[in-house]
């Protein structure tokens, strides 16, 4: 019974509850709270890592929650497990340095804009550490009832349309993610996942097979794989860019978080790998991979062209996932540090050089890497990482990604990884040429001064918005060159993926 | 996961070390040549130049294949840099090719790696050697992935494409030395076909990095061909070759920019009597062009005969070899003539005076060509030198054979230049990477029968880039339709699956 888990979840969601009163008080104070609350948070993560750090080494970690007292089978509960911790400090860290680039970069409606990012917040963290499946679905509900207002933030046409058609695709997800539940309760007779888990094995073959591809069809849904992902660049370039990052970077973590854990953990992937059904993840990821890909070569506007590439890149997770192999896993979740932390560092610093530039088209781009130099070549840094060149961590993902697939001999697996690699210099460079293009500037619009001055005005937040893209570039090449600190994290996970007795043991036996 | 013992990762064995130091030799005659040369950006130039130092010495001394693919990366990046300040074009090109270079040769290091090989040694299985050839083929000019070598050599400036041509294209024979140790056919082949192609494309050229390019395929051709033999006197031929040539090739492109900026035109028949207007630049070419052709005393000769040994039960393959030797002083000759020798005791006493000089290459060009010069004379005169490094075995053969076979191959060389006038053609444009690809794009387009308006509005987009993106928007187009048909996508892929489910399990 360790509280900090449960302090994890309540502590964003009293913040979005308590945001409102303190502007009644006083509107500046906000991002003051906002600031100490995140910072809790991180306190709290950071202490469960060092309360617990002989047992993180030896990979025993195991902590729980109940939820009012009650007990195994009959309340909800919160676990966390290696996998759990793991994706829980890549939400709590990525979150926290997008909030305070949120601080400096979001400049109307921030009292909303703030409840609903910790909303989400709160319902991510919920979704990583809840044991329970219908707690689960409340949680994913949450978090696409509260994105599509901010998908639809900036309230003009196409930000609208985008919200709503990510709503639509979001609820329907949901909806095959609730029959899966309702098909589990009705068979098992519980709604806790480790005693689903338990009893799973005693079900009708038909109904197991109905369970597990319902529930396929909504996590594909969910992460924006090829036959369903017609929501996902729209809804990613239509939202300012902060939720660009927090979309594209992080929830799809969260997503692929869900998607391990009911398949491997409650559901036997034994059974799907038994009927053939892993091969179809394998080959439907790819082939979305393979897409996306193709689809940012003729994107003209640069925030969609980062989401098809968010596409191509998650489609190449998934498919190193469902490999089943150790080798797999460790290319996948290297791959989903690197992703999340470039994905997220690109969004931001395109979202500040675009701020005041009338649209994102590639036309409006021309030149802009003139606007902030630095913030440019972080760009450029970022953009080389994503592509695959040491020593930025982009390179030994996609070097673990590839052993993956070679080791389990899925040579095409491999092969699309590469063409993907190619296609992603063609489409990055041919943006980054356009930017560094001299652009012909008028002599009286230069004695204006318009050029010269800061994007943001206030000087703050400037130096904000500048030094959380700096940092994440930072990051990205020093994880790059220290890349085996996640040996560790990382192994501890694969054991537990591989066979989830143990998991089932722990929360049971208790 | 891998072997990352630290004590394990870098070998310094006699072998890597002799690179090391050519490379460091090369790259350092290159980095004088330019203090001179370039104009701007000079600090930048030697940053990258000390990351490039960094990146080939891991490719030469690890042992492990992750720190040689990175090293291989930071030459790509390191090399690109230096080019982009004088043609930002060329630059992405040559990314583009470099990278694809590296992407084919990662998936066949992680093939290698999962059958076993956890570090660089000997393959055995010649089917996976092939396949490192092609991988290694796109950055080392091996004949079909060949295509990029001319038009970026001969585009970039001078000191970057003594680097690239001199010492860059040699990574990936080093490492095939490390991989192959008995004989591969392919290899020989590919070698064959790159010296042909190579030398004949070399005797048309008038722009002179053009011809030099070309001339780099069809000495890289020797390289391979030695390597592929098989035999010891094989591999010697391919090491004093790869010597011979680096060494070689960087004085004639560095010369070759100083002599463009000095006659302020690329073409060769504006180039004459180079030893009156730069005497130092001359006499250096000279000693280049000799080491090509094989003369003795020159480190060309050695490797020439070492390779021609090799192959001494195989008659077809000598008589080719002869061949290729007699196509060699015959390019190198026509450069020498048509820069040196032309209208020597002239009839025109006043083609080549001059006022003033246009460009001077200051002490450290003339110190960098010297010095390669010099190399190229010891290690002629004195092969033992790098010979047993290698081997404690004896040279077995004379060298008074390879001497009649020299003089040989000149006179029949003299005389097929003098009744074909030297080969005076005419001067067209340096070749462009886009139209390889507007060819092949027509090519494919006239097959399949179909017209496509090209959206050439854009500025700087290249015909490659606008062709992909039109492909691309096609394919989009045909997905991309209604909202309502996007989400039938849902049903429709659910039902199927259910009905397999239900039906065929």
């Keep these: 019974m360790d509280i900090n888990i449960l302090l994890l979840v309540i502590i964003p969601l009293f913040t979005a509850f308590m945001i409102p009163l303190i502007d009644l008080i006083h509107k500046s104070i906000r991002k003051y709270f906002v600031f100490v609350s995140i910072n809790v948070e991180a306190f709290i993560a950071i202490r469960i890592i060092l309360n617990n750090f002989d047992k993180i080494k030896n990979s025993e970690l195991f902590l729980d929650y109940h939820l009012g007292g009650w007990i195994t089978p009959y309340g909800i509960n919160l676990i966390m497990d290696p996998v759990a911790l793991f994706f829980s400090t890549l939400i709590t860290f990525s979150l926290y340095f997008i909030i305070v680039y949120s601080i400096g970069f979001i400049g109307h409606h921030e009292g909303k804009y703030y409840v609903l990012l910790f909303l989400i917040f709160a319902a991510m963290q919920g979704t990583i550490l809840t044991g329970d499946l219908f707690n689960m679905y409340v949680f994913i509900e949450l978090i696409a009832v509260t994105s599509s207002p901010l998908v639809a933030f900036k309230r003009d046409q196409n930000s609208t349309e985008a919200a709503i058609k990510y709503l639509i695709y979001s609820i329907i997800g949901g909806l095959f993610f609730f029959i899966g539940v309702i098909f589990i309760y009705f068979s098992v007779g519980t709604l806790n996942m480790a005693e689903a888990a338990a009893n799973f094995g005693s079900i009708g073959f038909r109904m197991q097979l109905f369970i597990i591809t319902t529930f396929l069809v909504s996590f594909l849904i969910k992460l924006g794989i090829f036959p369903f992902h017609f929501w996902l660049p729209k809804a990613h370039s239509a939202c300012p860019s902060s939720i660009s990052a927090l979309l594209s970077g992080v929830l799809l973590k969260v997503y692929l978080y869900t998607f391990i854990r009911i398949l491997w953990t409650v559901l036997d992937y034994n059974i799907i790998i038994d009927i053939g059904l892993d091969v179809f993840i394998i080959y439907i990821s790819l082939f979305s991979s393979l897409l996306g890909h193709i689809f940012a070569l003729q994107a003209d506007d640069i925030k969609r062209m980062l989401a098809f590439s968010t596409i191509g890149h998650i489609g190449m997770i998934t498919a190193a996932i469902a490999l089943n192999t150790k080798a797999g896993f460790y290319g996948a979740m290297l791959h989903i540090i690197a992703h999340l932390l470039m994905k997220s560092g690109l969004f931001l610093g395109v979202g500040y050089l675009i701020n005041y530039v009338s649209g994102h088209k590639i036309e409006d781009f021309t030149g802009i890497a003139y606007r902030h130099k630095g913030i440019f070549i972080s760009i450029i840094v970022l953009s080389f990482g994503m592509i695959g060149i040491p020593p930025i961590i982009g390179f030994m993902s996609k070097w673990y990604i590839l052993l993956g697939f070679l080791e389990s001999q899925s040579y095409l697996g491999a092969a699309l990884v590469i063409v993907g690699s190619l296609t992603a210099v063609i489409y990055y460079m041919r943006y980054i040429a356009r930017a560094v293009q001299k652009v012909k500037v008028e002599p009286d619009l230069k004695n204006r001064g318009i050029f010269n001055k800061p994007i943001i005005s206030t000087f703050y937040r400037e130096r904000i918005v500048t030094a959380i893209i700096y940092l994440f570039t930072f990051l990205v090449v020093v994880t790059g060159v220290g890349f085996k600190m996640f040996d560790i994290p990382i192994n501890s996970m694969i054991p537990e993926l591989i066979d989830s007795q143990e998991y089932i043991n722990h929360i049971l036996g208790l | ?505």
């Design chain 2, 1 to 505: 996961m891998d072997v990352f013992d630290i004590s394990e990762i870098f070998l310094y064995n006699d072998f890597n070390i002799f690179f090391v130091l050519l490379g460091l030799f090369v790259t350092a005659a290159t980095s004088f040549a330019a203090y001179d040369y370039l104009k701007e950006n000079k600090f930048w130039y030697y940053i990258l130049n000390i990351f490039y130092i960094l990146g080939f010495f891991m490719v030469i001394t690890t042992q492990s294949w992750f720190v040689f693919i990175i090293g291989w990366e930071i030459v790509t990046v390191t090399t690109t840099f230096m080019i982009i300040w004088s043609d930002k074009k060329i630059a992405r090109q040559y990314f583009l090719v470099q990278f694809t270079g590296s992407s084919i040769l990662l998936y066949v290091i992680l093939l290698a790696f999962s059958m076993g090989y956890k570090t660089i040694g000997v393959i055995d299985e010649t089917w996976l050697q092939s396949l490192f050839i092609i991988g290694v083929g796109m950055k080392s000019g091996i004949f079909g992935l060949h295509f990029w070598l001319p038009p970026i050599h001969s585009k970039a400036p001078a000191p970057v494409s003594a680097v690239l041509s001199g010492w860059v294209v040699k990574l990936g024979f080093i490492t095939l030395l490390k991989i192959i140790a008995g004989p591969n056919q392919f290899l020989v082949i590919l070698g064959f076909l790159m010296i042909f192609l190579g030398g004949i494309k070399a005797l048309l050229q008038t722009d002179l990095k053009v011809l030099l390019a070309y001339s780099t395929i069809s000495q890289l051709g020797f390289i391979a061909v030695g390597i592929g033999s098989g035999s010891t006197y094989g591999i010697v031929g391919a090491i004093f070759h790869i010597v011979a040539h680096s060494l070689a090739k960087t004085n004639l492109f560095i010369n070759s920019g100083f002599l463009e900026k000095e006659y302020k035109s690329r073409t060769i028949y504006d180039m004459n009597k180079i030893w009156k207007r730069k005497p130092v630049s001359a006499l250096t070419v000279i000693i280049s062009l000799l080491s090509l052709m094989g003369t003795f005393f020159l480190t060309g000769y050695h490797s020439k005969h070492f390779i021609k040994y090799a192959f001494k039960g195989i008659d077809y393959l000598k008589i080719l070899l002869h061949g290729a030797s007699i196509l060699t002083i015959l390019y190198s000759l026509r450069l020498a003539w048509w820069l040196w020798l032309k209208n020597i005791f002239g009839k025109n006493k006043k083609e080549g005076e001059i006022k003033k000089r246009n460009f001077s290459p200051g002490e450290y060009g003339y110190s960098a060509i010297l010095f390669l010069s010099f190399a190229l004379l010891f290690t002629g005169i004195v092969p033992n030198y790098i010979y047993s490094r290698f081997f404690v075995e004896d040279i077995s053969f004379h060298f008074l054979d390879g001497f009649i076979n020299y003089i040989v191959y000149f006179i029949i060389a003299i005389s097929i230049l003098w009744r074909l006038d030297w080969i005076k053609t005419k001067e067209k444009a340096a070749p462009e990477l886009d139209d390889i690809f507007k060819k092949v794009n027509n090519f494919l387009y006239k097959i399949s029968g179909k017209f496509l308006e090209y959206d050439t509005g854009v500025f700087f987009e290249s015909y490659l880039y606008n062709s992909i993106y039109n492909i691309s928007r096609g394919i989009y187009n045909f997905i991309y339709t209604d909202f309502q048909i996007q989400l039938l996508w849902i049903p429709t892929l659910l039902m199927l699956l259910y009905m397999w489910i239900t039906f065929i399990i």
